[in-house]
T-cell receptor
């Protein structure tokens, strides 16, 4: 069983609409949780990072939330743009080592 | 903007050839990583280094080898490429100082196709 799971696997939304991506993890204890955006054929780029004590973190139109009790995180994208089309990856760093654990990603397509 | 570079960006090569994927970063980061990622799949750590002359194998077994002779350079070598090595290879780095909030900075990746 993957220690970091994401849903949905893929998502198609209209330009201008909002969407929320989910991340569930079993890694415990954990040090921090990050959301990355990966454009096709490119390396991942960090969007947000939260420690276990933080509940929310924003970066422009991206807002990440974290519920350490339920071990869930979400990434909310507001007023989506065509350039938001990418894979969004949830990454958890355990407290006991720094070998980050990557989720499988959610593939988002924003269409006009 | 992260200053981490990978070359080549794309490589098509025949079975049995020896290849080296280059990764360089100009940020002075101590920690560097190599990940393998198949299309639509998650990243898997294959090698990492905590500094010069330090190399360790990652979670995913790989026939590749790495070296870390200089801080800024972390090349990955396949002695004899096979079709099963076809994948995208991503290099990443981050500072070596203690700190939970360090983010890994990724290079653009090398897409390898072995025929």
């Amino acid at each position: 069983k993957n220690q970091v799971e994401q849903s949905p696997q893929s998502l198609i939304i209209l330009e201008g609409k909002n969407c929320t991506l989910q991340c569930n993890y079993t890694v415990s204890p954990f040090s921090n949780l990050r959301w990355y955006k990966q454009d096709t054929g490119r390396g991942p780029v960090s969007l947000t990072i939260m420690t276990f004590s933080e509940n929310t973190k924003s970066n422009g139109r991206y807002t990440a939330t974290l519920d350490a009790d339920t071990k869930q995180s979400s990434l909310h994208i507001t007023a989506s743009q065509l350039s938001d089309s990418a894979s969004y990856i949830c990454v958890v760093t355990p407290s006991f080592n720094d070998k980050v654990i990557f989720g499988p990603g959610t593939s988002l397509s924003v269409i006009p | 903007e992260a200053d981490i570079y990978q070359t080549p960006r794309y490589l098509v090569i025949g079975t049995g050839k020896k290849i080296t994927l280059e990764c360089s970063q100009t940020m002075g980061h101590d920690k560097m990583y190599w990940y393998q990622q198949d299309p639509g799949m998650e990243l898997h750590l294959i090698h990492y280094s905590y500094g010069v002359n330090s190399t360790e194998k990652g979670d995913l077994s790989s026939e590749s080898t790495v070296s870390r002779i200089r801080t800024e350079h972390f090349p990955l070598t396949l002695e004899s490429a096979r079709p099963s090595h076809t994948s995208q290879y991503l290099c990443a780095s981050r500072p070596g100082l203690a700190g939970d909030l360090e983010t890994q900075y990724f290079g653009p990746g090398t897409r390898l196709l072995v025929l």
